[in-house]
């Protein structure tokens, strides 16, 4: 696998050897608190050998409770995707822990799929196989994204902003879904402050988001899970059921949470399963 570096602020997609992350808005971003490291989102790809390549990407979020970003379910991640043939994309969103709160956050992943579109002939990535991917408060944000999508405006002034935020496809690992009962307290309170609305935490409850529209999704979790209920897997499911959106539900009933792509020398199976699935909607050979 060559990692290379994503540059998406430049005239065309060129080899390089760091891995220097590009910020999504090369003037700022938009609601940033400073100009400090943890003020500026960014992408950084992981592209697969040529002779591997699909032309699939997955724009990868990392969870860390709102709070912090877990490199093993970011560039982890992306390495195995790439190994795949899947380009993967990660993302560095705002955090709460940083004084961010919702929209920040939700900016961050709608501009990173509709940056990925707006460079994907550069980088011999088909745009229209596009999805995100996240795990646990990084899987809150990739369901946000799955359900608070838009198809871009065409009259924008910036380019990117005329792009499609819409997944293809989407993959949760572990997610926190709800901010209701079942909801990761630290996430919530990191996402939307000490005391948000009734209106914010119905909005931000991502299983009554659901509608025909949205994408199909693979869901992971594990029943004994024990910082981020399995009920926030099964509730969406069961919208992306009523709705008729196909998907791919797995309980195993053993591992704990934030595991990743397993705890030992050997992957877990859900990462088997999640490739066939991905074979089936044509991300991989």
């Known amino acids: 696998m060559l990692p290379l570096l994503f540059l998406l602020a430049s005239a065309a997609c060129l080899q390089a050897a760091t891995l220097d992350p590009i910020p999504l808005w090369p003037e700022g971003a938009p609601g940033a608190l400073g100009t400090a ?6 992408l950084t790809a992981f592209l697969p050998e040529p002779d591997k390549a ?7 979020c990392p969870g860390g409770g709102y709070g912090g970003l877990a490199p093993h379910e970011g560039a982890g991640y992306a390495q195995w995707l790439a ?3 899947i380009a993967g994309i990660v993302l560095k969103y705002r955090l709460g822990s940083k004084g961010y709160r919702h929209p920040a956050m939700w900016n961050d992943a ?28 990084g899987g809150h944000l990739a369901s946000t994204q799955l359900t608070h999508f838009d ?18 496809l989407g993959i949760l690992c572990y997610a926190v879904i709800t901010m209701g009962p079942y909801t990761h307290q630290g996430s919530k309170k990191n996402l939307l402050g000490p005391d948000p609305s009734p209106e914010l935490v119905e909005l931000l409850s991502n ?14 979790h594990t029943w004994e899970d024990p910082g981020v209920y399995v009920e926030n897997s099964l509730d969406f499911a069961y919208a992306l059921r009523r709705n008729r959106v196909p998907f791919d539900l797995h309980v195993y009933e053993k591992g704990s949470h934030g595991m990743g792509l397993g705890r030992g020398p ?12 991905l074979k089936a909607h044509k991300f991989l050979n």
């Open 37 to 42: 490291d943890q003020d500026i989102p960014t």
């Open 54 to 60: 699909t032309g699939a990407a997955i724009v990868v």
């Open 83 to 85: 190994d795949n043939g």
């Open 110 to 137: 709608s501009r990173a799929m509709r940056l990925t579109r707006m460079k994907a002939g550069e980088c011999k990535i088909d745009a229209k196989r596009v999805g995100i991917m996240g795990s646990s408060a």
């Open 151 to 168: 198809l871009g405006n065409p009259e924008a002034t910036d380019p990117v902003e005329r792009q499609s935020s819409r997944p293809d």
């Open 207 to 220: 299983e009554k988001q659901v509608t025909k529209d949205t994408p199909p999704t693979f869901i992971w």
């Open 266 to 277: 050997e992957h877990h199976p859900w990462t088997l399963d999640c490739l066939y699935w």
